[in-house]
């Protein structure tokens, strides 16, 4: 029921009592479930109270009907896009990005360091190299389209380190 990709996997509100959830215990806080309601997602069982997003810390039952699962964290949707894009994939070669890898984004996108290369060249931008990103397509300083400076200035180059749990929010 983890995906963290396309279809997030969904938060089941159930009915507690003496329902098939009774006598279970909380994946987040580990104690006895005894409440009118707990959730059930990613095959484990939850207080209401305890289904947090990692970054947000919004309660997922309350705030969403579904979650997300990637790196060891659970996460909402806006923070699930923040941190890995739509898609969980790099925006250059289509593959996954591990939650532990550090990466680049422009514009919303988000790209493994290895691909956030120039179209035309091929060179690889690192942090502080000025770059224009044109319908998608990432251009060194260099090769800039039409030779002019797009808006009247390149574009700083922005990089983003996702290195574990505690540093990505």
Known sequence: MVNSRVEPPAVALMGGGGGPAAGRSCAGCGGRIADRFLLFSMERYWHTRCLK??????QLGEYSSSCYSKGG???????YIRLFGLSGACSACGQSIPASEMVMR???SVYHLKCFTCATCRNRLVPGDRFHYVNGTIFCEHDRPGGVLLSGHSV???TSGIMSDQKVC
Do not use: K, T
């Not at 997003?53 to 919004?58: D, E, G, N, P």
């Open 53 to 58: 997003c990692s970054c947000c810390h919004a």
């Open 73 to 79: 964290m659970i996460l909402c949707r806006n923070d």
């Open 106 to 108: 422009a514009q919303g």
């Open 156 to 158: 700083p180059l922005q």
